[in-house]
Each structure stands twice: as C-alpha cells, then as structure tokens.
C-alpha cells in the first residue's frame, strides 16, 4: 500500500455489522397431530437458508411482487457472513483490455471438467449483472480513477478476472443483499432448522422445521410447519462433514434433506481443500498475501521441538520459498501439483506434519529457514514471476510482518479483531475442506428434479472438479437472481391454499422414529465417526481400499441409525439429532460416489488424489521418491461426464451422465429472440428440467 489507510475504513471492511432482523411474522394457524400442535406458515416461495445466494433469490423474487419468506438455523452466521480470506474474491467478467469475453469466461470456469458447458456460459453473462447490482446496493468494490474494478489473478485464473473488497467480502455481499430484503419486507425465521421437506404427487408441498422457542407441551420437538409452492435449497455446503474444516460450526447444509426428498445430487465426489486456520479458534483460509509474504512455515512436536519440515521436500531455499509464495493464488490443493516440487507439495507437507501428531504454524515475524548447506533467505535469491510480483507490490520488506503491512493491512486487522496478533505470535493451521465443489443437481433456472424446488450457491452441485477462485459467489448471485426470476414467471409465488395433511403425520413419524433418547446412537458418537471418516479416509488423499472400508462403515452407521435411532441429552439437540441423521446419510452418499468413480478407473483431479501402488504420477522429495503418495494421473475422459445419485428405497443408485453442451457459435437474432422474452417462452414452464 502507497499510504496508510485510516482506522475507520479498517473497521468497516474487517468489522462488518449486520442489519437487526424485524420481527417474525406470526403463524397462519395451528395443525393439530396426535401429541403435536404445529403452527402453520404458508408463503408463496420460502427459502432456506441466509446467504448470499438465498439472499439473492428472495430479494429478486420480492422484487416482482413474489411472496417469500426466509428460514434460517443462524442468521448471519453460515459460511457467507463468516467465511472468507485475506482478500475474498468475487470471479467476475473483466474488462477488454485483458482480452475478457463471455465465451472465453465461460471456457476458464469449466476447464476443470465434469461442468455444464451451458452453466458455465450463464455464470460468464450474468456476472456483470451480479457485479453491478451488488455496487448499486453498496457493496465498496475498488476501482481506479477512471471507474475501472480494479483486478488480480487467483486460483484457476489464468486473466486475472478477481476483484475484492478485502477480506469480508461475502459477508458485505451479505450485509448489502440483507439490508434490501427487509427493506422489501421479506419475512425471517432465524433460529429455524429445516428437518424434512414435503412432497405430493411429485410437488413440493412444504418444510418441516425444528424451532427451539417454539418448543411446549403441547409441541414437544419445537416443530413448524412452512406450507409453500416454491422451496429454494440455500443452506450451503456440508461443512459438519469433515473434522478438519474450515467452515464455520453449525454448517450442514441440505444434502442429507434433499437426500431424503428424492432429489437428485451430481459431482459430491467434488470438493475443494486448502490451508486455513482450524474453527477450533478463527476459522479462515490462509491464502493470497498471508503466503504471499512467504512466511516461516514449521511444526512442532509433543515435547515442543521445531522441524523445518518443508526442508524435507524441496530441494533449494529459493524454491521452498517460491512454492509457498505461490499458495497464494494455487492456494486449493491439487494433486498434479505434487509433482516437479510445486505449490502443493506444501500442502502434502502439512497434511502428513498434522497426521503424525505435529502442529504446524506460520511465523510472520521471521523468513523461511535456509536449506541444509544452501544460502540463506533472501528476496533477491525468487523465482522472476515471486520476484516479479513481489517486486510490483512494493513488497520488499525485510520481515514476512511488514511485507503483509504493505500488501494488505486487513490481513492482519481481521485476525486481530479475533485476538489472534498475528504480528506478534505464529499462527497454528492446517489442511482443511473448505468448499463442495458438487450438490443438487439443477437445470438452467435452478431448477431440480422435484417440481417446485430449487437449489442455489453451494448446495447447487454446479461447479465442476474445479473452479477459479471467487466464481462460486458469483454463480450464486447469477442463480439467486435466475432463480428468483423463474419463481416469479411460473405464478408459484402465491402461499398455498389449505390442503390434505398426510404428508406431514408422515414426516412426524419418521421425525419420531429417529428421536431416541433412550438408547438410539449417542450424537456425539456419529459426530466423531462421520467426521473422523471422512477427513482421515476421503480428504486429499485417497486410496482404493480405504474408500471402500469407509463406504462399509458409513453404510453400517445409517443401519444402526435406521434401528435404533439417535440417542440425544436434552430438547435442545432435536434440531441437531435428525441433522447428524442426515449427515450421516450424506456421507454414504459421497463414500458411494467416490468409490464408484476410483472402482472405474477415476483418476486424481480436482481436490482429491487417488493412491495407487501401479499409479503414474509419482511425487518426489529431496529426499527421492514419494511412493506411499504415487497416485493415478487425471484421466481425460473422466473431465466429460458426471456422477449423479439419489436414493431410492434407503439404497444409494448411481448413474452417469455427459457433461451438457453449448454451442459458441450460436447466435442470438433480436428480432427472432424477443418474442421468447416478451411471452416468457425463455423459462420453459411446462416443461420437466433438462438435467441429462
């Protein structure tokens, strides 16, 4: 930075206050089932979920006179308002002095393979509208002093389409799209947790929820009824599903629900993975210029004895240091980067320090440790693009601490916020999942294959084995809107009138079957086992045996639950009860997928690296070859398909399917093209959702 910048603008970007919520509209009525009186809430479209992405959706919908309402477990506190990075980025179209059009966006989102060509064209066109939209309602987006967005490359990101407003990026797109919506009137449900969804004849009819001030005698679970006509899944991603996260506590996410719905879910073989502080204390990822000032890395051990660990991979200072240098914007872990002694041997490093036992840390205040027998450290001794790079931002400061001073200040402000002085003290981290790349799956509306619901941001399984960094909060945005549109245009957005109530004895039932706090399945046992499962068994590495042991486990965990339901101490666990049920049934599901894609062959790509003793891909050291890590190279024919699952009759059935196409050479005609907008004929209503 040329300049200092004033304290008040460092609160407002790394101390963003949320708008207070209005009161909660009151219920319609009262259902009376044996032992339960539940209130009753209908609204034309509800939303689950308060991110950005469900956010969006209301808001849009609102805006055309829809009649919506939102629930949410924790207002403000799911991975869009709590989660970010040192400059948490939104992918965007950029400008055309950096060669940008929407094809060519599109070609970048989807280079990973297993995407929609047509969803990655959509997220291209509608990102500036996204992007313009989110400025017009306030959110602080940099420019020059000619109105350019000012830009830089990130992960996936070969243009440089980033842009950010600093670390809280999310939760100012939040803060923003929040402020609208209860300035629009949209009703809120916090402390709200949807348990089942409900159907008939093929139709969402509405959501059973677990509201914990609703509890009484007369309604022992807490339980709500939201009657509707439109349901849109915005509750995230799985973040409970690993124990090495990096998502904030409390994050579920609906695939267990929308498991049990019918719906179907695509690429849950798919997350992402990355250093990052654990949610023990601060969860956060440690990307761009936290490694970009290229701290000292080390672990210590259970007597407290330093290990220069990395010096046991690479061979020089020199690229030690530029690999770390360059986690900054190849900051998910991927498993070709292993080789020739690139950027994600660091996060190999780490992985295998914490799995021996080791805690690793990052330390601002001193330079990585020479190499045995190399010359010491020294920013005059980088590779030319670190130099380079480096070199342009200033940054050429003697410590880690003030080269980070000068390249982003709000690194450091935002740790501070949380007590964490990272100018004073290391900093402890780890390799954790951050993101799921898969989800429901949807059509070009957002649509699912149950008629009426939706599935927007992180629970939408759209976004391939790989994605640029930021292009998820963007696809939110263009879906939220997209959705909210089609919600509107469908005539969907009237509440319900009164209807038969069978489906919700049956959903109460099933909800009692699983409640069990006298011998069921101990909550806490299913929290660690899933957890533990899931982080030692399928993170970044992955081996065929192993897979498949966990599948059997995972499989034996859903029988105990189905027998003996889960065992929980006291009213207030309900909610989290019937959600661990449902984690765990997501769990079997991703077991399910990724052993069917390692059992066909399935290569490394993505977040994962697929262990083989007769694999290609061999990482080295400087020590020599990495054999226990030689893993099955990428396969190029795994890049043109995907896996779907849904569950039928409490089985997991799996299929394939080739990736949807577009065609570049399509040309719109104005003249022939305006009819289908005018007459709504663009939204297909009628129509069953094209997700093959």
Known sequence: MTQAIPQDILDALTDVDMPRLTPEPGFDETLSLVGHVIPVHRSGALVVGSGAAGLRAAVELRRRGGHVKIISQSAWGGTSACSGSDKQTLHTANTADQGDNFKAMARAIRSGGAMDEDIAYIEAVG???????????????????????????????ETGRATSCGPRTSRLMVKVLAEEAL?????????????????????????????????????????ALYRCNALVLAAGGPGELYRDSVFPNGCFGSLGLALEAGLELVNITESQFGIGTRREGFPWNLSGTYVQVIPHIYSVDA????????AEYYRTTQELASNVFRKGYQWPFHASRMLDFRSSLVDLAIFRETQAGRRVFMDFNRNPAPMPGDAPFSLDRLDDDVTRYLRDAGADQALPIDRLRQ??????????????????????????????NGGIAVDTWGRTNVAGIYAVGEAAGTHGATRPGGSALNAGQVFGTRVGEHIAASGRAVAPAE???????????????ILQPEGGVPLQEVRQEVQARMSDQAGILCNPRDVRA?????????????????????????????????MALTSEAVLTALD???????????????????GEALPMSVKGPLEEVRFRPEREVDKESQITLRMAGGEMVLAERPNRSFDEN???????????????????????????
Not at 412 to 426: N, S, T
Not at 596 to 614: K, L, N, V
Not at 680 to 686: N, W
Request: net charge negative; aromatic share 8%.
């Open 303 to 310: 007597e407290g004895q330093e290990h220069h660990f990395l």
């Open 127 to 157: 990102s500036v509208r996204a992007m313009a939209s989110l400025q017009f309602l306030g959110l602080p987006l940099p420019q020059d002093a000619l109105g350019g967005t000012l830009r830089y490359q990130t992960d996936h990101d």
């Open 666 to 692: 399509a040309k719109a005609v104005f003249e022939r093209d305006w009819p289908a907008w005018l007459t709504g004929a663009i939204y297909e209503l009628g129509e069953a959702p094209p997700l093959d």
């Open 183 to 223: 300035r629009l009137g949209v009703g809120f449900f916090n402390q709200t947790t949807a348990v089942r969804i409900l159907t008939r004849d093929g139709q969402v009819t509405g959501v059973l929820a677990v509201r914990p001030k609703d509890r009484s005698e007369r309604n022992p679970h807490g339980l």
């Open 550 to 582: 966990a599948l059997a486990e995972a499989r034996a965990l859903n029988a105990r639950i189905r027998a003996q339901g889960i065992g929980y101490a006291r009213g207030g666990e309900i909610g989290r009860a019937l959600q661990w049920q449902q």
């Open 499 to 513: 209807g038969a109530d069978g489906d919700v004895a049956a959903a109460v039932a099933g909800i009692e079957a």
């Open 596 to 614: 069917h894609y390692i059992s066909q062959g399935g290569g490394s790509r993505g977040a994962r690296a697929i262990c083989d003793p007769e």
């Open 407 to 436: 390249m982003n200040p709000l690194a450091i402000e935002l740790y501070r916020r949380y007590k964490v002085d990272i100018a004073a003290e290391p900093l402890e981290f780890a390799v954790n999942n951050q993101h799921m």
